[in-house]
């Protein structure tokens, strides 16, 4: 098997791994409230995705609430 000669510099190694960095993609905004949203994903702000309205934001603000007020108990 080859083995290499001598040590690759950190220039080199940098080069090659220059393009090998994450890209975030940039935010959807929802067409109902123009919040920033990532694609794909329900808006938590109003709770539209895909034309309709998926969850009544109230009420999931009540679970929250009592699902907070159950671990307050314990």
Same mark, same amino acid.
């Given at each position: 098997?080859?083995? $290499?000669? +001598?040590?690759? @510099? =950190?220039?080199? /190694? &940098? *080069? +090659? +791994?220059?393009?090998?960095?994450?890209?975030? $993609? $940039?935010? /959807? #905004?929802?067409?109902?409230? =123009?919040?920033?949203? $990532? @694609?794909?994903?329900?808006?938590?702000?109003? &709770? #539209? #995705?895909? &034309? +309709?309205?998926? /969850?009544?934001?109230? !009420?999931? !603000? %009540?679970?929250?609430?009592?699902? !907070?007020? %159950?671990? &307050?108990? *314990?």
């Amino acid at each position: 098997m080859a083995v $290499p000669k +001598r040590r690759q @510099s =950190n220039a080199r /190694t &940098g *080069s +090659r +791994r220059a393009h090998d960095h994450l890209i975030v $993609p $940039p935010p /959807t #905004y929802c067409p109902q409230c =123009n919040a920033p949203v $990532p @694609s794909h994903v329900m808006c938590p702000r109003c &709770g #539209y #995705y895909m &034309g +309709r309205t998926l /969850t009544d934001m109230d !009420e999931l !603000e %009540r679970l929250k609430k009592q699902r !907070e007020a %159950r671990k &307050g108990k *314990s």
